[in-house]
T-cell receptor, first 109, second 113 residues
Framework: GQNIDQPTEMTATEGAIVQINCTYQTSGFNGLFWYQQHAGEAPTFLSYNVLDGLEEKGRFSSFLSRSKGYSYLLLKELQMKDSASYLCAVTDSNYQLIWGAGTKLIIKP | IAGITQAPTSQILAAGRRMTLRCTQDMRHNAMYWYRQDLGLGLRLIHYSNTAGTTGKGEVPDGYSVSRANTDDFPLTLASAVPSQTSVYFC????????????FGDGTRLSIL
């Protein structure tokens, strides 16, 4: 079966750095997405990786290792507004998105 | 309208009733999707459409139907609602059915009693 694993919840301090991991087992791989979802709101697109390596976009970076079935989202200089759920999603061989359950990130002052 | 609009925002519905959730996008995206999101679970795909006139079944299609008569609209119908269909429903669209980011509507919170 297809499976995406992320930690359920993480806590970090304002101004610090946090890394949210995602491991996946899917039938084929055509890319990995990270989305941010604030409570009661819609998911919004953060990043996309299809090749191994690090993609940097401001305070957010996303890393992919296809051989290990592994990705992480790195958030630097954390702000209170970064408190949200972060969703990892993988495009399988049929170009369907398989979603993880999300990681709830709590930022403390 | 800018992006994706879903209606209604929320609804309480008696079991057995028929309900259509509306979704309209103005981005001229070819692909559209319906998901449900339940606590502790990832987004689960109900139905999708890669282009106007075509639809496909996702992971959890039973009890739901869709149509795609034109590019902009992608309504989701519950023919006879059951309590297990209580959920938050998100409509999304992407430029096409391949690796383009999906853009989401604000969701419909549906409670079936």
């Amino acid at each position: 079966g297809q499976n995406i694993d992320q930690p359920t919840e993480m806590t970090a301090t304002e101004g610090a750095i946090v890394q949210i991991n995602c491991t996946y087992q899917t039938s084929g791989f055509n890319g990995l997405f990270w989305y941010q979802q604030h409570a009661g709101e819609a998911p919004t697109f953060l990043s996309y990786n299809v090749l191994d390596g690090l993609e940097e976009k401001g305070r957010f970076s996303s890393f992919l290792s296809r051989s290990k079935g592994y990705s992480y989202l790195l958030l630097k200089e954390l702000q209170m507004k970064d408190s949200a759920s972060y969703l990892c999603a993988v495009t399988d061989s049929n170009y369907q998105l398989i979603w993880g359950a999300g990681t709830k990130l709590i930022i403390k002052p | 309208i800018a992006g994706i609009t879903q209606a209604p925002t929320s609804q309480i519905l008696a079991a057995g009733r028929r309900m259509t959730l509306r979704c309209t996008q103005d981005m001229r995206h070819n692909a559209m999707y319906w998901y449900r999101q339940d606590l502790g679970l990832g987004l689960r795909l109900i139905h999708y459409s890669n282009t106007a006139g075509t639809t496909g079944k996702g992971e959890v299609p039973d009890g739901y139907s869709v149509s795609r008569a034109n590019t902009d609209d992608f309504p989701l119908t519950l023919a006879s609602a059951v309590p297990s269909q209580t959920s938050v429903y998100f409509c999304a669209s992407s430029k096409d059915g391949s690796n383009q980011p999906q853009h989401f509507g604000d969701g419909t919170r549906l409670s079936i009693l």
